[in-house]
Every structure is written in C-alpha cells, then in structure tokens.
C-alpha cells in the first residue's frame, strides 16, 4: 500500500486521516457556537469566506471535550456538500502507510472501533485510519 496519510493526535491516540480527503490545514481561530447541534459539533469557523462547521474530534468520539481549541490546528475535509473542520489535538507530517489496513487489536475500546478502518504502518510506528464519515457523525450515529 502506498497511500499517503496525515498523521495526527486525537484523544490521545496516534491517528491518521487519508491525505486525499484533506484540503488542507488550518489553525482554529473564532469559533462560532450553534444553538441545538449535537455535542461534538462545536460551532462554525470561517476559512476565505466559506463556513466550516468545527467537529471536536475527542468529543465525537465519546470521549471528554477537549480544552479550548483556539489557536489548535484542523483538518479542513469535505462530506458530501460540506466542509467540515476536524479539530486535531496535534498533527504531525504527511506519511506513507507502510501496510494495508490490519483490524484493531483488542484494547482500544468501541469509540475506536466505530471511527478507525484498521490500523497500519509508517516509518514512524503504527497508526491508526480513520474513517472521515463516521468522525462526522459523532456518536449520535451509534444511537440512532
């Protein structure tokens, strides 16, 4: 496998977002809340006059918020016809999966297992993939 990836910290946790669904890399600035979104929906941010709704990755995943993500950095990614800030605890450099996607070893815990396509090698250790889609829909997915 060849794929290129973004390597990133989420809620603790080596992660990787597949480069191709990434527009770019931002650092979060005003944040607009939104009255009635679910929990892992922070707000709304603006990036060159578009809206970009602020997902709070930790959060969509079950876990506690995270602090104040002001001047942290995100992931801009599109879903279908929006676009879609991943707030990042931090993100590191774009790397090369070394391997195919291996199913999660145990431990890792179901938040994990909803949101990761598998794991895989870089030249740098093992991350884990996550599935754009479902880091989106937040938990409330599971619920329904």
């Not at 578009?50 to 001047?71: C, E, K, N, Y």
């Not at 990042?88 to 431990?107: F, I, K, R």
Request: aromatic residues 2%.
């Amino acid at each position: 496998m060849s794929e290129l990836l973004l390597i990133c910290r989420i809620a603790g946790r080596r992660a990787a977002i597949p480069a191709l669904r990434v527009r770019s890399v931002i650092e979060l600035e005003a944040i607009t809340p939104v009255p009635r979104a679910p929990d892992h929906i922070l707000g709304l941010a603006a990036l060159r006059s578009q809206a970009l709704t602020v997902i709070d990755t930790s959060r969509a995943l079950g876990f506690a918020p995270m602090a104040d993500v002001t001047g942290t950095r995100a992931a801009v990614v599109a879903h279908g016809d929006h676009v879609y800030a991943l707030a990042l605890e931090d993100t590191n450099d774009v790397e090369e999966a070394l391997s195919d996607p291996q199913p999660l070893p145990g431990g890792f815990g179901e938040e994990w297992h909803h949101v990761a396509k598998g794991m895989v090698e870089t030249a740098r250790g093992p991350a884990l993939v996550i599935c754009v889609e479902r880091l989106i829909e937040g938990r409330r997915a599971e619920a329904a």
